[in-house]
Every structure is written in structure tokens, then in C-alpha cells.
């Protein structure tokens, strides 16, 4: 399954219709989801039933993780099938749509149900629209998904005021996250968390918002135990970040874990859980890494012109195939260094090729060419089998 290719809604219909009683409760979703950092907005892993044939970037595991976690809440709330599922998600989300909000203003194009999805599931993650500034900016995905799963299982049971709800829970979470940075001492990652929380905001502006603790008034009221338990994991998180846990910060924990009306054991499971994630993920979570300049330019754009060319990997196979002395070369280049003047005849015939593909248009920019090495580095993966994985099988489909 590839989730930057069209199609894919389709191809996760396909793949899960073996697995419909994955799971039994919410809380069992929720651990699951917790487990592969989409609860913390740190997309580590997906589902161990969503098999990629690519290594999926975080954007894309957020992808899926984002649209398991709505179908499986849609599933345990409601029996109707996987068309209903989309045009009551679409539904929902339109019924989100507020002044300030561009997630919906720009998918409105498409002739289906699924097209838009796959448009506005893309525009949900993404912080920014803009390619260059995903390139420079190693924070790039919403940490705060989470709550669309929160107010899709509200809206399910009670779409009424939703919008208003929306507000007041996204006003809980940025205010309990923002208290539980204010009860450690800050240091520079610290500062990216808060970053991340602020451009991750959907319905409040952050430079309107009040953190003068008057949230306190609204954390008491009535609200079901799974929101609760996200409050509590995020502060976790929060608090959890720089791998210590010292007097101040362990007493906010366990004071807003009682305002929440959760039992000692569940304030110590949580900051197990997110103690336990930061052992495995620590290494591979975006903010906490503090890579020079050259490096997060290179990685980034690795990962810009590996989606590119698996979006297009069956146009660059029909005009490789095309070019029998090309793809000698770059078969040459995976096991040796190419000869200054089989680099400069490589650079040519591909720059021809990504002049007929458009969106490989970044190629022949100028400096186009210091991509071309990462392109000859993801040459192995063009194999047939992997130009279209979000294909259903047609007995399949028929089904």
C-alpha cells in the first residue's frame, strides 16, 4: 500500500476486509495506536496488518495510522459497511469546517467520495503545503491527530455542537501540554515540542490563547474516560520528553492525573507507556534530533524525490524501459562509480526523462543535478512489482 498514490482508500478497504474484528473495545485500538506513537503524534509504526513494499515516511505511517484509527472507531460504533464509513467521515469533517481552517477549502475537487478523502487525509496531516518549506523543516506532520479520533467517536453518538466541542477539547489539550512544559526546566527540544503543539492547532489561534490555568475549569467537567486518558498521555509526553522525571514535574502528573479522576495505577501505567515508547523510538523522533544542516537537507530531500518517483514509478519504468544504455548505467552505478563521462550522459538522458513527467520538474531547477545521485540510490526499488501497490485484485474486489 502506498499512501502518496491515489487509490490507496481503496487498497486499505482490500486489506483489512480479513481483519473487521481486529478490535474488540476502544481501549484496545487505543493501545495499539499508542503503541505505534500515532496517540503522542509520533508516527513510529502502523498496524502490523498494513504491509508497505517501500519504507513508509512518517507522513505516511500518519496517514494510515490516522484512517485505521477512524474506521476502527466507526466499526465499533456503528454497523454499516465501508461506503457508509466514508461518506459518513466526509460528513464529519465538512461539518468541522470553520473560517480559519484550509484543510477543506482546497479538496473539493475530485468526482468521488474517496478522492476527496484521500485529499483532505493528506491536507489533515501536513503542517505545511509547501514542498520546499517540508524539505527544510524536519517537523512536518500534525501531532495532534489524535483528537479527529476523539471527535469522530463523539460525533457518531452526538454530532451537536461539535464544532464547539472541537474548540474546547484542542483548548484542553494545548493548554495541559503547555502547563506540563512550565512544570520542568526548558532546554532546546522542549522548544520544538511547543512548536509542534502550536502549528498543530486546527480550531484555536495560538496567539489569541489564554495559559493562565483557567482551563482547570473546563478539565473538571464531565467528559468520556478515553479523552481523559489522551489529556493524561499527552502530558506524560510532555513531561517525559528529556528521559527524567524529577519531583515537580512527577507531582504535576499525578495532580492533574487526579483532576482527571484516574487511579494511581493508571497515572503510573501512563508514564510507563511513554517511558517504554522513548526507549524504542528515542534514536528516530523527529524533534529530539539535532542533525546539522547538510544532513537534514539531504535526508529531507530523500524523502521528497522518493515519494516523487513512486508516484510516477510507472511513467519512469515505461520511458526507462524505453532507454536500454540508461538503465545499464544506473545498474553500473549501484555497485561502482560511474566514469565522468557515463555521469554526464546519465545526467542528460534523465534530465530528457523528468522534462516529460512535470512533477519531476524539480530535477531540472537549477541545481537540479545534486538530486540525481539520491535518484540513482532508489533506482534498485523500481521493480515491477512495485509500480502499483495500491491495485486491488479484481476476485478480490468483485467479491
Known amino acids: 500500500m502506498n499512501p502518496s498514490s491515489s487509490g490507496w482508500i481503496s487498497k486499505f478497504e482490500s486489506v483489512i476486509e480479513e481483519f473487521q474484528d481486529t478490535y474488540t473495545d476502544f481501549s484496545m485500538l487505543y493501545s495499539d495506536l499508542k503503541r505505534t506513537g500515532f496517540v503522542y503524534g509520533i508516527n513510529t509504526e502502523v498496524p502490523s496488518f498494513i504491509l508497505s513494499e517501500h519504507t513508509l515516511s512518517e507522513d505516511e505511517k500518519a496517514k494510515l ?7 476502527y472507531t466507526y466499526r465499533l460504533e456503528s454497523n454499516n459497511n465501508f461506503k457508509q464509513f466514508l461518506e459518513d467521515l466526509f460528513a464529519f469533517y465538512d461539518t468541522l469546517r470553520v473560517a480559519n481552517m484550509t484543510f477543506l477549502g482546497k479538496l473539493l475537487s475530485g468526482n468521488t467520495t474517496i478522492a476527496k478523502l484521500e485529499k483532505l487525509i493528506d491536507s489533515r496531516v501536513y503542517l505545511e503545503d509547501n514542498v520546499i518549506s517540508k524539505t527544510f523543516n524536519s517537523i512536518i506532520t500534525n501531532s495532534l491527530l489524535f483528537t479527529d479520533i476523539l471527535l469522530f467517536k463523539r460525533y457518531l453518538n452526538n454530532s451537536v ?14 493548554n495541559v501540554t503547555y502547563h506540563a ?6 532546554n532546546k527540544k522542549d522548544e520544538k515540542l511547543a512548536e509542534l503543539f502550536g502549528a498543530s492547532l486546527s480550531f484555536i489561534n495560538p496567539e489569541t490563547q489564554s495559559f493562565d490555568g483557567s482551563y482547570r475549569e473546563l478539565l473538571l467537567k464531565e467528559r468520556p474516560v478515553c479523552e481523559n486518558v489522551y489529556l493524561l ?20 502528573i499525578f495532580d492533574i492525573g487526579k483532576e482527571l479522576k484516574m487511579s494511581y495505577e493508571t497515572i503510573a501505567r501512563s508514564l510507563e507507556d511513554v517511558t517504554n515508547f522513548f526507549d524504542k523510538n528515542a534514536k528516530i523522533v523527529p524533534f ?5 544542516l547538510a544532513i ?32 545499464a548505467l544506473l545498474s553500473k552505478s549501484t555497485v561502482r562509480d560511474l566514469t565522468k563521462e557515463e555521469k554526464k550522459k546519465v545526467q542528460n538522458q534523465l534530465i530528457d526523462i523528468f522534462k516529460s513527467i512535470p512533477s519531476l520538474a524539480i530535477f531540472i531547477l537549477p541545481g537540479g543535478a545534486v538530486l540525481l545521485p539520491i535518484f540513482i540510490k532508489l533506482v534498485p526499488k523500481l521493480l515491477p512489482s512495485s ?8 476476485n478480490k474486489e468483485n467479491k
Open 387 to 394: 509500480f502499483d501497490e495500491n491495485r486491488v485484485e479484481k
Open 288 to 292: 529530539l534530533k539535532d542533525d546539522n
Open 65 to 71: 495510522n490516522l484512517f485505521t484509527a477512524l474506521y
Open 181 to 186: 512544559l512550565n512544570s520542568k526546566q526548558k
Open 233 to 252: 498521555d499527552m502530558a506524560c509526553l510532555t513531561v517525559w520528553e528529556d528521559y527524567s522525571l524529577d519531583y515537580k514535574e512527577s507531582k504535576f
Open 296 to 327: 537534514k537537507f539531504y535526508d529531507s530531500m530523500s524523502k521528497v524525490v522518493n515519494k516523487l518517483i513512486l508516484r510516477n514509478s510507472k511513467r519512469l519504468q515505461k520511458e526507462l524501459s524505453e532507454s536500454a544504455e540508461l538503465v
Open 161 to 174: 455542537g461539535i464544532k464547539t466541542y472541537a474548540y474546547n477539547l484542542e483548548y484542553l489539550a494545548i
